[in-house]
């Protein structure tokens, strides 16, 4: 697949930020929530907002919950097709992250109708629905404005048996932590916006954005998983910090564990990154340790916007060889044990 540096209309001209990287910062994001009412949940409300969890889950009997997320954002991509595919992608991999099974999308949609053809909105649609379809549920319905950037996402609805939903709030000190997905999404795609991505580069971006993450539904099985959470737009630390703040730990990361996409490693030592990347360090930075040198390159991959990213999976020990086999027979190939959560302060120490 060739990255289309000669499209003759760049989705990504329209937006200020792509894909997850347009999220609101950590920092501004918890000034705006500080002193939002919290009200006493219903019973049946299994998660809330409380730990900043992946989806809302909602249990209707013993035996069934209803998981609801939304998830949309602004072009991360050119081609109107695949922009479509990695939000659909995005948005359904929150309710795997909770251990569910999507049963249908709602479309939301937002578009700069005197400025894109209806043909590529129709394509951004197309593609969305495509990965719909593969994950085998329907787009029953949705919303559309006109807007100033383009907007496509969804909101996507499953179901989980309500003693196997898998919380970002649950690990466990010693669990295992495994990484799905490998990092560097953000770095690739900043890097397609300046015109610098190969054609290779923009294979590897598509094939990890557009994966679903499919092994949450079996992972939902084992006793063994403790606590889940997919990794986009707050970066791998960022993500991981909310795990160990749920769970009142704290993690130990090797940074030599971590997989990257392979192109992006040589533009991150290059100085390619994303806006994002630095807005995440001053939203957390204080919470990650360091205790050897750390460059900017490894910064910027451990706070790295990841647009559909990997699940992250903290695991007993004895149930890593298993949750890495499931992984692996669904095709993550990059799937990695990446590090530990441990006893004491709810900080991030990166080896």
Same mark, same amino acid.
Request: glycine share 12%; net charge negative.
């Given at each position: 697949?060739?990255?289309?540096?000669?499209?003759?209309?760049? /989705?990504?001209?329209?937006?200020?930020?792509?894909?997850?990287?347009? #999220?609101?910062?950590?920092?501004?994001?918890?000034?705006?929530?500080?002193?939002?009412?919290?009200?006493?949940?219903?019973?049946?409300?299994?998660?809330?907002?409380?730990?900043?969890?992946?989806?809302?889950?909602?249990?209707?009997?013993?035996?069934?919950?209803?998981?609801?997320?939304?998830?949309?954002?602004?072009?991360?991509?050119?081609?109107?097709?695949?922009?479509?595919?990695?939000?659909?992608?995005?948005?359904?991999?929150?309710?795997?992250?909770?251990?569910?099974?999507?049963?249908?999308?709602?479309?939301?949609?937002?578009?700069?109708?005197?400025?894109?053809?209806?043909?590529?909105?129709?394509?951004?649609?197309?593609?969305?629905?495509?990965?719909?379809?593969?994950?085998?549920?329907?787009?029953?319905?949705?919303?559309?404005?006109?807007?100033?950037?383009?907007?496509?996402?969804?909101?996507?609805?499953?179901?989980?048996?309500?003693?196997?939903?898998?919380?970002?709030?649950?690990? #466990?000190?010693?669990?295992?932590?495994?990484?799905?997905?490998? /990092?560097?999404?953000? @770095?690739?795609?900043?890097?397609?916006?300046?015109? #610098?991505?190969?054609?290779?580069?923009?294979?590897?971006? @598509?094939?990890?954005?557009?994966?679903?993450?499919?092994?949450?539904?079996?992972?939902?099985? /084992?006793?063994?998983?403790?606590?889940?959470?997919?990794?986009?737009?707050?970066?791998?630390?960022?993500? /991981?910090?909310?795990?160990?703040?749920?769970?009142?730990?704290?993690?130990?990361?090797?940074?030599?564990?971590?997989?990257?996409?392979?192109?992006?490693?040589?533009?991150?030592?290059?100085?390619?990154?994303?806006?994002?990347?630095?807005?995440?360090?001053?939203?957390?930075?204080?919470?990650?340790?360091?205790?050897?040198?750390?460059?900017?390159?490894?910064?910027?991959?451990?706070?790295?916007?990841?647009?559909?990213?990997?699940?992250?999976?903290?695991?007993?020990?004895?149930?890593?060889?298993?949750?890495?086999? @499931?992984?692996?027979?669904?095709?993550?190939?990059?799937?990695?044990? @990446?590090?530990?959560?441990?006893?004491?302060?709810?900080?991030?120490?990166?080896?």
């Amino acid at each position: 697949m060739n990255a289309p540096a000669d499209h003759p209309i760049r /989705l990504t001209d329209f937006s200020h930020g792509g894909g997850c990287g347009c #999220k609101i910062a950590p920092a501004v994001l918890a000034e705006i929530l500080a002193k939002t009412p919290l009200r006493a949940n219903p019973k049946d409300l299994l998660v809330g907002i409380e730990t900043s969890d992946d989806a809302a889950v909602y249990r209707l009997n013993d035996h069934q919950a209803i998981v609801a997320t939304t998830d949309f954002f602004t072009p991360i991509v050119d081609d109107p097709f695949d922009f479509g595919r990695i939000a659909a992608t995005n948005a359904i991999s929150d309710v795997y992250a909770m251990g569910g099974r999507p049963i249908f999308a709602l479309a939301v949609v937002g578009m700069p109708l005197e400025k894109l053809p209806v043909e590529a909105i129709q394509l951004i649609i197309a593609g969305g629905e495509s990965v719909c379809a593969e994950a085998g549920i329907p787009v029953a319905g949705g919303h559309s404005i006109d807007t100033l950037e383009p907007i496509y996402g969804l909101v996507a609805l499953g179901v989980v048996h309500p003693d196997k939903v898998k919380r970002n709030s649950s690990a #466990k000190a010693g669990d295992a932590l495994i990484l799905g997905k490998s /990092l560097g999404v953000g @770095i690739l795609s900043a890097a397609l916006k300046k015109k #610098k991505l190969s054609p290779e580069g923009y294979r590897q971006l @598509i094939a990890t954005t557009t994966q679903l993450n499919t092994p949450g539904m079996k992972l939902a099985d /084992l006793p063994g998983v403790h606590a889940m959470t997919d990794v986009t737009g707050f970066g791998l630390a960022g993500h /991981l910090l909310e795990i160990c703040r749920g769970s009142r730990l704290g993690a130990s990361v090797g940074f030599d564990d971590l997989p990257v996409l392979q192109e992006a490693l040589s533009w991150a030592k290059q100085g390619i990154a994303t806006g994002a990347s630095a807005r995440n360090w001053a939203g957390y930075g204080h919470e990650v340790v360091c205790p050897r040198k750390f460059e900017d390159w490894q910064r910027n991959l451990v706070t790295d916007p990841q647009t559909s990213g990997g699940l992250l999976v903290a695991c007993a020990p004895e149930a890593a060889d298993d949750v890495l086999r @499931i992984f692996r027979s669904g095709g993550f190939s990059q799937v990695e044990q @990446i590090g530990v959560m441990r006893q004491g302060e709810a900080v991030l120490t990166i080896c």
